[in-house]
């Protein structure tokens, strides 16, 4: 499963 | 950003400036839950502790902040100016049954065992199930304003959209969060019945009223 560290979505 | 994105973002936006627009505009909160508003609050609260850790954008920044401050806003419209209007006899739904397994399972199941992380889950979970409280005083009082309706159709718009979005990422950016995925799946199938409602009454001029 590939996540963002960062959270682009809100 | 694409366009389901987009339109589910303005979909959540306009959600909220409908409700907050109804309470300045009538000088009252009936037929809202206000523990539905706390949960919502503690939801953007818990996953917009970023802004202090992490750049996105502006626009992401802007929409953080808009809805920190917004549903703040509505909790102290609700329990402080136009607290005689609310309607806490019919707001009874009990909130501990959400927040407590919300927050285990939050610890439990995660990308990361990190305190933003586990915030940010927590929330996740939290905002799947958080329009509860209100679906419960509209099932107990049988009935919903108009204004209500469209506010809680283009809430439960927002996640659904987001849906499409991630179907979209998928396929065209390789991005797949499972968490976000599973729980914003519970959280639009939590409005299905009510989407139902709206389509059949409210589009077709008529208020939402439920068989006793």
Known sequence: ?10 | MNIFRLIGDMSHLLAIILLLLKMWKTRSCAGISGKSQILFALVFASRYLDLFTSFVSVYNSVMKIFFISTSLLTVYLMYFKFRATYDSNHDTFRVEFLVIPVGGLAFLVNHEFSPLEILWTFSIYLESVAILPQLFMMSKTGEAETITSHYLFALGSYRALYILNWVYRYYFEGFFDLIAVVAGCVQTILYCDFFYLYITKVLKGKRITLPA
């Open chain 1, 1 to 10: 499963i590939k996540k963002d560290k960062k959270k682009d979505e809100l």
